[in-house]
């Protein structure tokens, strides 16, 4: 899979902001982005502890049988310091590596992060959906910005409540189980929240995080694990 990338990586707070200004504007947040996407990619990133070590993976499978399609991955060093609303620089560099190891071209990914739930709208989704051109979307674990109602959200499997920072609804709190804590998805590029919401469902039929997401990560701390 090949890929253009239009700026040099940041190594300071101003630059990293500076990027983030040129390519939000090119972020598409109308969509309504891919239907019935047959190749959906997973995207994580693992850190070893009290080091700078990263490995990545990028997962893709049929999105009809959950099967894996290729897996491809990527080990380096995070180059960027930890600063909120930035930490998709820490990760970037390893992802597009991993990306770029790809035969296969995903018709969706889905990251284990932010997209528009982001201070300046425009999270890791945002980015690798831009870089890529691949509609992208968000689907993170714990809310970044944003706040939902707890009470407006059912607990059956579907139920969703707005996630909405200051006075913009940025994402969804959406129940994939029964009961079950949600999962926090914003639309990253080149889709809308209703879809993204669709295959985030679709993808997890039996857990909480989608199948996507659980690939991605198990192989990410392998590699990781791996790479000492």
């Known amino acids: 899979m090949r890929m253009h990338i239009p700026h040099s990586w940041p190594r300071t707070e101003a630059d990293a902001l500076a990027v983030q200004d040129q390519l939000r504007g090119l972020v598409d947040r109308v969509g309504p982005g891919p239907q019935d996407p047959r190749l959906v990619a997973g995207l994580d990133v693992a850190y070893?502890?009290?080091?700078?070590?990263?490995?990545?993976?990028?997962?893709?499978?049929d999105a009809r049988t959950l099967e894996t399609v290729e897996?491809?991955?990527?080990?380096?060093?995070?180059?960027?310091?930890?600063?909120?609303?930035?930490?998709a620089f820490r990760e970037l560099p390893v992802l597009v590596e991993a990306l770029t190891r790809l035969d296969t071209v995903p018709e969706l990914?889905?990251?284990?992060?932010?997209?528009?739930?982001?201070?300046?709208?425009?999270?890791?989704?945002?980015?690798?959906?831009?870089?890529?051109?691949?509609?992208?979307?968000?689907?993170a674990k714990t809310t970044f910005v944003g706040t939902y109602d707890p009470?407006?959200?059912?607990?059956?499997?579907?139920?969703?409540?707005?996630?909405?920072?200051?006075?913009?609804?940025?994402?969804?709190?959406?129940?994939t189980r029964d009961g079950v804590k949600p999962v926090y998805?914003?639309?990253?590029h080149g889709m809308d929240l209703d879809t993204a919401c669709r295959h985030v469902l679709a993808l997890a039929p039996k857990y909480r995080l989608p199948q996507t997401t659980r690939l991605a990560d198990r192989l990410s701390r392998d590699v990781l694990r791996g790479a000492h």
Do not use: K, M, N, W
Request: proline share 5%; with cysteine; glycine share 14%.
């Open 48 to 61: 070893a502890d009290g080091t700078s070590r990263v490995a990545a993976a990028v997962v893709v499978i």
């Open 71 to 87: 897996r491809a991955t990527a080990v380096g060093d995070a180059t960027f310091p930890y600063i909120p609303g930035l930490f």
């Open 109 to 139: 990914l889905l990251c284990d992060g932010q997209g528009l739930a982001h201070p300046r709208r425009f999270g890791l989704a945002c980015h690798l959906g831009v870089l890529t051109g691949i509609p992208a979307a968000g689907v």
């Open 151 to 175: 009470a407006a959200l059912g607990r059956e499997r579907g139920a969703y409540a707005p996630l909405v920072d200051r006075e913009e609804t940025v994402g969804r709190a959406l129940r």
């Open 185 to 188: 998805v914003s639309t990253g």
